[in-house]
């Protein structure tokens, strides 16, 4: 296990960068991330998505899929890749500070 | 020539970390459920790490995105010794339809979409689907046969162009 330092507060990540404590998070955090991952301003369209998989991931203890995003989130599919065009459901994963979703889809 | 190997006598540097895989070009040319999925979990996988894909559909992958055969792809239960049961046994009348409803029901189990919602996912990932011309004119099917997200019907040298600097996966 690892740290990162974002907006002043040190967290503990995995070796891909992924939080290890969903609780050090704030939304802060999240904004500074998504510069880092090549997102320069948070829209309330990928608030939507990163509140929906904190939510989800409260409930559930795993991060949602792809396809579950698109059918639960209130984004498409397409719109998820434009918000997130590295991947929507790692990338905003990351920037939700919740660990990287396991499964093949 | 291996520009990697290093010269005579002096100590091997570390090894660098690999080059990320940035692109993959799949091809689909079988028509059967098992023969179609891999190709489309693959091709959505690499989307969703954010990596470019292509899918090129041939021969009989094409019923993968024939507007009409999309819905009823099945899984083959003759010459499939993965399926367990004697040849003659799974040539029964029902036997395919049977194994396909078994194994569809499962894959909805474990999140997996059914065909038809898979391909039209995977064409909102941003992924390119193409159909092979070749196949395309010896089936005799035309534009308007394929589903709205095959984006274009095209040549082997189109495919090796588009292919050009990512890895190309035959299935």
């Known amino acids: ?105 | 020539m291996a520009s990697t190997e290093p010269a005579a006598g002096t100590a091997p540097a570390a090894p660098a970390a690999p080059e990320p895989i940035s692109k993959v070009s799949i091809i689909v040319s079988k028509g059967s459920l098992e023969g179609i999925y891999p190709a489309l979990i693959m091709a959505n996988g690499a989307r969703a790490e954010g990596i470019e894909a292509n899918l090129f559909f041939t021969f009989f992958g094409l019923d993968a995105v024939h507007r009409k055969r999309i819905e009823h792809v099945k899984v083959a239960t003759v010459g499939n010794p993965g399926m367990h049961i004697p040849t003659l046994l799974g040539g029964l009348p029902g036997m395919s339809a049977l194994a396909t409803h078994f194994m569809s029901k499962r894959m909805e189990e474990i999140d997996i979409p059914p065909i038809p919602e898979f391909i039209e996912m995977i064409g909102d990932t941003g992924a390119g689907l193409y159909a092979c011309m070749a196949s395309v004119e010896m089936f005799g099917l035309s534009r308007d046969d394929f589903v709205p997200q095959i984006a274009d019907i095209i040549t082997v040298g189109d495919f090796y162009a588009m292919a050009a600097g990512g890895q190309i996966i035959f299935t």
């Open chain 1, 1 to 105: 296990m690892s740290t990162a330092t974002y907006a002043g507060v040190t967290v503990d990540v995995n070796e891909e960068g992924f939080f290890e404590h969903p609780e050090q998070w704030t939304r802060e955090i999240a904004e500074e991330i998504a510069r880092a991952d090549g997102i320069e301003t948070l829209t309330d369209r990928h608030w939507q998505v990163i509140d929906f998989m904190r939510r989800e991931y409260a409930e559930k203890g795993t991060g949602p899929t792809v396809r579950v995003l698109g059918k639960a989130s209130g984004v498409s599919v397409k719109e998820l890749y434009a918000l997130f065009p590295k991947g929507p459901a790692k990338m905003a994963a990351h920037i939700a500070g919740i660990p990287k979703p396991k499964g093949c889809i």
